[in-house]
C-alpha cells in the first residue's frame, strides 16, 4: 500500500480557485489536467510555497508545509516551472552557476551527461545555450533539474515544445529513473496520450471542480429539506 | 581679488535675450518644447527669487530652527522626488529610501561642516548650501539606484523565478542586483570626478571664484565637496538598496515584485 505523501485540504486561492481535497501519493507518476484557469500551475506554487493560499492547508507526510522553512520544503519539492530560463552560456555552465546558486558543486562531467541523456538532450556540454531551439533548452532545462535529485520533482508542462516521439522518450525514461530512485512525480500537462500511457494516478481539477459544485447543490438541497 | 559685480535689474533682465535664441532654434527645428522652455524659465525664476528671499530672511534671523527646517524640507523633496520617479515601491522599501536619504545626508554634513570647517552644523551660510548640494547628488544617486534595481528585477523574472523554484534563499538571488545597481548609480559621481577641473570649472568653485576667493581655497572646497558627495551617494544608495531588498520577501521566503 503506497503512503500518502501530500494531502491538500479547503485549499483555495485569492477566493478566485477553490481545489477540492487532494491527495498524492508517494513515489508515483501523478499528473495533474484540466482546463487553463483552474488553478494547475497555481497548485505547484502553492505546494512548494512560492505562494500561499488565502485558506486551507497543504500536508507533506502529515506536517502542515506551513511549519517547514520555505527554502528547504523547495529544495524538496523541486519545482520545474514553465517558463525556461538559462544563462546566455555553455550547458556545462549552466550546471555549474546553478549548482553555485544551491552552494553545491556541480556534478562531474559524467553525470551532467547522464541527466541530458535521460532528458533525450544528449548534445555536447560545450553547447551554447543561446543556440538550441526551445524545445532543446526545455530539455536541458529539465536535465538540470532533475539533477538535484528532489524528493519530488513538478514539471510544469514539461512538453510544451516538444513533438510526440520526445514526449514520449522523455517520460519513459523519467518514469522508469523516478522508479529506480524512489523519487515522486507530479506533472502537470494537456497531453491527453501521454497521461494514458504513463500516469499512475490523475487529479482532473475540472472534474473535481464539477463534483465539488454538484455535491454543494446537493448540500444546499439537503439543508432546505433538513 | 576683487568682490563681485552686483547686477542692477535691468543688466539682469538682458539675460533672458538669449531665451529669444533658443526659442528660435526651436521653432526652426521644430521642436515643439516653447511651451516647456517659457514654463521652465519661469518656474525657474519663481523658485529661486523665493530662494533667495528665504535664504536673506536666513542670514538676517540666523536661528538654528531655520537652518534645520531648510536641511529637513530638502530632505523632504528628495524624497518626494525619488518616489515620484519610482512609483509602486512598498512602504517598508519607501520608509527605508527616507532614512537612508536623511542619515547619510545629515552625516556626511555632519563631518564636513562641523569636523572639516569646524564650524556650528546650524550656521545657514555653510550648511545650506553644502548641504543643497549633498542631498541633491543623494537624490539622484538613490534615483538611478532604484530605478536600476527595479528595472533589472522586472526583466529577470524568469531568473528568479527559477532560483526560487530551485530553493534559493532570496536574499542570494537579490543581492547581485543590489550590487550592480549601487556600482551603475555610482559611476555617474565617478566619472565627473575624473573630468573634473579640466573639461569645466565646477559650480561651487566657479561660484566662489567669481565671489572674490583665492582659487586655492576655492578648489579645496570643491575637492571636499565632490569627497562629500560621493560619499552620500554611496551611502545613501547602498543602504535604500539593503533596506529595499530586504522589503522585497517575506518570511515565506516569497518575493514580492510590484
Known amino acids: 500500500m503506497p503512503s500518502i505523501l501530500i494531502k491538500t485540504q479547503s485549499l483555495a486561492f485569492h477566493h478566485m480557485i477553490k481545489y477540492p481535497d487532494l491527495q498524492i501519493q508517494e513515489e508515483k507518476l501523478t499528473f495533474i489536467k484540466g482546463p487553463s484557469g483552474t488553478g494547475k500551475t497555481t497548485l505547484l506554487k502553492l505546494l512548494n510555497?512560492?505562494?500561499?493560499?488565502?485558506?486551507?492547508?497543504?500536508?507533506?507526510?502529515d506536517s502542515s508545509i506551513d511549519s517547514i522553512d520555505a527554502v528547504s520544503l523547495r529544495r524538496q519539492l523541486l519545482l520545474c516551472g514553465q517558463t525556461v530560463y538559462l544563462f546566455d552560456s555553455s550547458i556545462r555552465e549552466n550546471f555549474i552557476q546553478y549548482y553555485q546558486y544551491r552552494n553545491l558543486n556541480a556534478p562531474d562531467e559524467e553525470t551532467m551527461k547522464k541527466y541530458l541523456d535521460l532528458c533525450t538532450a544528449s548534445f555536447s556540454l560545450d553547447t551554447k545555450c543561446q543556440t538550441l531551439s526551445g524545445?532543446?533548452?526545455?530539455r536541458v532545462y529539465i536535465a538540470i533539474f532533475l539533477s538535484f535529485n528532489a524528493d519530488v520533482l513538478m514539471?510544469?508542462?514539461?512538453?510544451?515544445?516538444?513533438?510526440?516521439?520526445?514526449?514520449?522518450?522523455?517520460?519513459?525514461?523519467?518514469?522508469?529513473?523516478?522508479?529506480?530512485?524512489h523519487q515522486t512525480l507530479i506533472v502537470v500537462s494537456h497531453d491527453q496520450r501521454l497521461i494514458e500511457t504513463y500516469a499512475d494516478a490523475v487529479i482532473d481539477l475540472e472534474v473535481i471542480k464539477e463534483q465539488t459544485q454538484h455535491a454543494a447543490v446537493n448540500t444546499a438541497?439537503?439543508?432546505?429539506?433538513? | 581679488m576683487n568682490e563681485i559685480i552686483q547686477l542692477n535689474l535691468i543688466q539682469f533682465s538682458s539675460i533672458y535675450l538669449l531665451l529669444l535664441v533658443v526659442l528660435a532654434v526651436m521653432k526652426r527645428a521644430e521642436i515643439e518644447q516653447s511651451k516647456l522652455l517659457v514654463i521652465a524659465s519661469i518656474r525657474m525664476t519663481i523658485q529661486l527669487i523665493l530662494a533667495g528671499l528665504v535664504l536673506t530672511y536666513i542670514f538676517d534671523n540666523p536661528h538654528p530652527l531655520w537652518t534645520l527646517l531648510y536641511i529637513f524640507s530638502m530632505i523632504?523633496?528628495?524624497?518626494?522626488?525619488?518616489?515620484?520617479?519610482?512609483p509602486g515601491l512598498n512602504r517598508a522599501f519607501k520608509t527605508g529610501i527616507m532614512v537612508s536619504i536623511a542619515l547619510s545626508g545629515l552625516l556626511v554634513i555632519l563631518y564636513f561642516i562641523g569636523g572639516v570647517i569646524g564650524i556650528s552644523v546650524f550656521n545657514p551660510q555653510y550648511t545650506i548650501p553644502i548641504g543643497g548640494m549633498i542631498i541633491g547628488n543623494a537624490m539622484t544617486g538613490v534615483s538611478l539606484g532604484i530605478k536600476t534595481f527595479m528595472s533589472s528585477l522586472a526583466s529577470?523574472?524568469?531568473k528568479i523565478d527559477t532560483l526560487l523554484n530551485l530553493g534559493v534563499e532570496p536574499r542570494k538571488i537579490l543581492l547581485p542586483y543590489v550590487n550592480q545597481s549601487l556600482e551603475t548609480a555610482l559611476l555617474p559621481t565617478l566619472n565627473s570626478m575624473l573630468s573634473m577641473g579640466i573639461i569645466s570649472l565646477p559650480g561651487m568653485m566657479t561660484g566662489q571664484i567669481l565671489s572674490g576667493t583665492m582659487p586655492l581655497t576655492a578648489i579645496m572646497y570643491q575637492i571636499a565637496i565632490m569627497i562629500a558627495i560621493c560619499t552620500a551617494v554611496c551611502l545613501s544608495v547602498f543602504l535604500s538598496l539593503t533596506f529595499g531588498y530586504k522589503s522585497l520577501y517575506n518570511h515565506r521566503q516569497q518575493i514580492m515584485l510590484p
Open chain 1, 221 to 226: 438541497l439537503t439543508q432546505k429539506e433538513a
Open chain 1, 155 to 181: 514539471l510544469d508542462e514539461p512538453t510544451s515544445a516538444l513533438d510526440e516521439a520526445t514526449s514520449r522518450k522523455l517520460f519513459e525514461n523519467l518514469k522508469k529513473y523516478m522508479a529506480e530512485t
Open chain 2, 76 to 86: 523632504a523633496f528628495a524624497f518626494h522626488r525619488v518616489l515620484s520617479k519610482q
Open chain 1, 49 to 61: 510555497a512560492t505562494a500561499s493560499p488565502s485558506a486551507g492547508t497543504i500536508y507533506l507526510n
Open chain 2, 156 to 158: 529577470d523574472r524568469n
Open chain 1, 135 to 138: 524545445g532543446e533548452r526545455q
